[in-house]
């Protein structure tokens, strides 16, 4: 194992998409609060400002919204983007947090009329609460149950009319019934390297950090197509540059920061780099399954399959056939080796 194995298992936060406790302050700042200000994810965002002008002429809530992706796409944010330009409130919750339908009940009546509700990682709401939701998405009413045993009793309430909003990383784990509900279903795909360029560079803007453009593009470059990426390895190079070189970011100055933090010009981490030079090393090159993998990373499956694969197989590192996940050409080539003749024929059927 190379020197980057013996560090922790632990996943190097500046690499993870997934928020942390201290992304919570800045992702505030940094949101946008508003489409035009928004970056990226050009045709989604069209659709959107359709969608919201034809329901403000016809003074009516925006249809229900589910938006799918890996997480650090801005989902949360187009959600409060939605509610601003509506001018409603939004009411945020999560699946996990969901675990009693009068809990459910709860929040739903003490909505306002036309106001959002956000359930993220909605795939994770269990089947009694979804329940709950088909009446109340479509006819906009509820039915509670009063009483126990042979006394019980169910009345039916009226809602307000508002807009769901849901958000997902396994948008194939949401059941059909509460998938048909939604009147607006859309992945975020990754970002280019331009997008997040302008990312960076209205984010450093914002924090009133001095960075050239070529010190924005190297960070950029390196941020996995996700803008929360992005705007971490921004925090950490702005705190480097400024213990190192009085502040100000050049490129060879984020290239020092980001090599001090393993992140490497393709935005992989430690963790990123083991995953590919195991599958070289251990399993020469592929195939493997995804469950002896996690083993021998020592990880979840779900971990595996969820948080380190999308990218890899985004930027061509590997590839799932039938028999398991191969690395590709790049991959051998990340790896500092050459792929063997006739490794390709291991592409022909995949899927």
């Given at each position: 194992m190379s020197g980057e194995s013996s560090q922790s298992g632990k996943r190097n936060d500046l690499a993870d998409p997934a928020r942390f406790a201290d992304d919570q302050e800045l992702e505030g700042s940094l949101r946008p609060r508003t489409l035009a200000t928004f970056i990226g994810q050009n045709l989604l965002r069209e659709q959107l400002s359709i969608f919201i002008q034809a329901a403000l002429s016809r003074g009516e809530p925006l249809d229900h919204v589910l938006l799918a992706g890996p997480p650090g796409l801005g989902k949360t944010t187009l959600a409060g983007i939605i509610a601003n330009e509506m001018g409603v409130a939004m009411g945020t919750t999560s699946g996990p947090a969901l675990e009693r339908k009068a809990d459910m009940a709860a929040i739903l009546t003490s909505l306002g009329e036309g106001d959002v509700l956000f359930i993220d990682e909605i795939h994770r709401l269990n089947r009694a609460i979804e329940e709950i939701l088909y009446p109340a998405m479509e006819d906009f009413q509820i039915d509670i149950v009063i009483g126990q045993g042979p006394s019980a009793r169910s009345i039916r309430l009226d809602l307000p009319h508002f807009t769901l909003i849901g958000a997902t990383t396994r948008s194939g784990l949401i059941t059909t019934p509460l998938r048909d509900r939604f009147g607006l279903s859309h992945r975020l795909e990754h970002y280019p390297v331009e997008d997040l360029d302008l990312i960076v560079m209205r984010s450093a803007d914002l924090l009133g950090v001095r960075?050239?453009?070529?010190?924005?593009?190297?960070?950029?470059?390196?941020?996995?197509?996700?803008?929360?990426?992005?705007?971490?390895?921004?925090?950490?190079?702005?705190?480097?540059?400024?213990?190192?070189?009085?502040?100000?970011?050049?490129?060879?100055?984020?290239?020092?920061?980001?090599?001090?933090?393993?992140?490497?010009?393709?935005?992989?981490?430690?963790?990123?780099?083991?995953?590919?030079?195991?599958?070289?090393?251990?399993?020469?090159?592929?195939?493997?399954?995804?469950?002896?993998?996690?083993?021998?990373?020592?990880?979840?499956?779900?971990?595996?399959?969820?948080?380190?694969?999308?990218?890899?197989?985004?930027?061509?590192?590997?590839?799932?056939?039938?028999?398991?996940?191969?690395?590709?050409?790049?991959?051998?080539?990340?790896?500092?080796?050459?792929?063997?003749?006739?490794?390709?024929?291991?592409?022909?059927?995949?899927?």
């Open positions: 960075l050239d453009a070529e010190g924005a593009e190297e960070i950029a470059c390196r941020s996995r197509g996700t803008p929360r990426i992005a705007n971490r390895l921004l925090k950490r190079v702005r705190d480097y540059a400024q213990v190192r070189h009085q502040g100000h970011i050049t490129a060879a100055i984020a290239r020092e920061a980001l090599e001090l933090f393993q992140v490497d010009g393709e935005g992989l981490d430690h963790i990123d780099r083991e995953i590919l030079n195991l599958i070289l090393r251990n399993f020469d090159g592929g195939p493997v399954g995804l469950s002896t993998l996690a083993v021998a990373i020592g990880e979840e499956p779900d971990t595996i399959e969820d948080v380190y694969e999308p990218y890899l197989l985004q930027r061509g590192f590997l590839k799932r056939t039938p028999r398991g996940r191969v690395l590709t050409r790049l991959g051998y080539q990340h790896c500092g080796a050459s792929m063997p003749n006739g490794v390709p024929q291991l592409f022909d059927n995949e899927h």
